[in-house]
């Protein structure tokens, strides 16, 4: 249905029709073979580090012969670059594929579908990533039921009824942008989820959602960082108690900052669970609940490379490049997904013998370029301890920055001046670093918070 049609009804429509979306999907997420699937994968849980490497090298093995053989694109790269798939035994041999730039796959995306499936039968998975230039990944149904059997998993493993109530702060437009006041959400019936639009979260705004939750009190909270943080800081401002609202809190889709942890933990009295992943459905990384970040390896290979290429060691800040196990239908090998992540060679102790990572770091491309030649990563810092509720680092020439932020109580000409000290440390003293106050940092592409937008390349 056209969203502008969606939006004239009235709330008691768009509910019916959100609650049949909601409906349609559940039915493609956990369809017939679903509980199969899950039982199968639950299995691996428990494997041990040897089942688990045997199992990604068996993997591994069968995902090359079906490039080669049934896969146009790796037909023709394979062909070029000299790769004889008999001779790749194990994920050791990975690297003598070449890396799949994010480009390449946008340039031609149908390329990558197998040969063996007509692309009109297959679902089309939209989407435009932070970077906001769209793409389409190609699955079926079992595709799809496997992913979420992934995803249900983790959410288990981490202590989580997926099948109970839940509370999505998302990137899905279910309330129209124009309208003024709440109701914000939508209940999507079948589902048993109550989406709230992040799009309309803001100050003015944030008690009538507040007040939901109250009402509501979902089994769990599954939330983009930033707006379960906004209403976590309004709380504490505000001395409003949200103990015992909800069992559980899980974040994905943006990086997941240590002060907002920190806060939204506080506030909620319960511990955040954190997932990273991809539509592309070429990586899975969760937390367990030890707080580790588990890479979950059937689901995908997952290399972490410094900038020659060479493998990263433990403690080491790492690129990560993905080849994903589970949708034969349009295979990634070594795709360079663009985030970065900090290596560990820590083991877990809840006892599952998936590798872990010590942090998750983000986009690669969150930088800012100094007129010396710098680039600058990982500015969220910066801000801890600051009188900030959100920022954001605007660049559209080398030797200027901007920093836009939503001042906190107790925000002065002090911190202005304190907060350009604390930048001038990271950024240099050749740049100039102005800071506007805004009363909201609007939100990017699917609703998502970017805290690094630049236009320089
Ligand atoms: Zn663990």
């Known amino acids: 249905m056209k969203e502008s049609i969606y939006c004239k009804s009235p709330i008691v429509i768009q509910t019916i029709l959100v609650s049949i979306y909601g409906y349609k999907i559940d039915k493609i997420r956990h369809g017939k073979q679903y509980k199969k699937i899950l039982n199968i994968i639950n299995k691996r849980l428990h494997f041990s580090s040897a089942e688990l490497e045997a199992f990604q090298n068996k993997s591994f093995r069968n995902l090359v012969r079906l490039c080669a053989e049934n896969v146009p694109y790796y037909k023709k790269i394979f062909r070029k670059k000299g790769v004889v798939v008999n001779n790749l ?50 699955c079926n149904s079992y595709v799809r039921q496997t992913n979420y059997a992934f995803y249900n998993r983790f959410l288990h493993h981490a202590g989580i009824d997926y099948r109970k109530s839940r509370a999505t702060f998302g990137g899905r437009i279910t309330v129209p942008i124009s309208q003024q006041k709440p109701p914000f959400w939508r209940h999507s019936y079948f589902q048993k989820n109550l989406l709230f639009s992040s799009y309309h979260l803001r100050v003015e705004t944030i008690e009538s959602y507040i007040e939901k939750l109250f009402q509501y009190r979902p089994h769990y909270i599954d939330s983009y960082p930033s707006s379960i943080d906004a209403i976590a800081k309004y709380a504490k401002e505000h001395a409003i108690n949200l103990k015992g609202i909800t069992k559980g809190i899980t974040t994905s889709a943006e990086t997941l900052f240590d002060d907002q942890r920190m806060i939204i933990e506080e506030t909620f009295g319960v511990p955040v669970i954190d997932q990273y992943g991809a539509a592309e459905m070429c990586v899975f990384i969760g937390q367990c609940t030890q707080g580790q970040y588990h890479v979950h390896t059937d689901y995908a290979i997952v290399e972490f490379l410094r900038e020659d290429g060479s493998p990263a060691m433990a403690g080491e ?74 920022a954001q680092y605007l660049q559209d020439k080398i030797h200027a920055v901007t920093l836009r932020i939503v001042p906190d109580n107790g925000y002065s000409a002090d911190t202005e001046q304190k907060l350009v000290l604390e930048l001038r440390k990271r950024l240099g003293e050749k740049i100039e670093i102005h800071i506007k106050q805004a009363e909201r940092i609007e939100r990017g592409t699917g609703g998502k918070m970017k805290t690094v937008i630049s236009t320089l390349t």
């Not at 360079?336 to 877990?348: A, Q």
């Not at 690669?364 to 990563?377: A, F, H, K, S, Y």
């Open 89 to 138: 035994k194990t994920i050791d041999d990975l690297q003598r594929i070449p890396l799949l730039e994010k480009a390449e796959l946008r340039k031609n995306s149908e390329i990558f579908i197998n040969d063996n499936y007509k692309k009109n039968n297959l679902l089309k998975i939209h989407t435009t990533g932070t970077t906001g230039t769209p793409l389409n990944i190609y």
């Open 317 to 390: 800040e790492a690129e990560v490049v993905c080849t994903g196990l589970i949708n034969p239908i349009m295979p990634l090998i070594r795709y360079r997904i663009g985030d970065k992540v900090i290596v560990s060679d820590e083991k877990c102790t809840c006892g599952c013998a998936f590798p872990v990572i010590k942090k998750i770091i983000g986009r690669e491309d969150d930088v800012i370029l100094t007129p010396e030649g710098n680039r600058i990563g990982r500015l969220s810092p910066v801000l801890k301890g600051f009188p900030v509720k959100e």
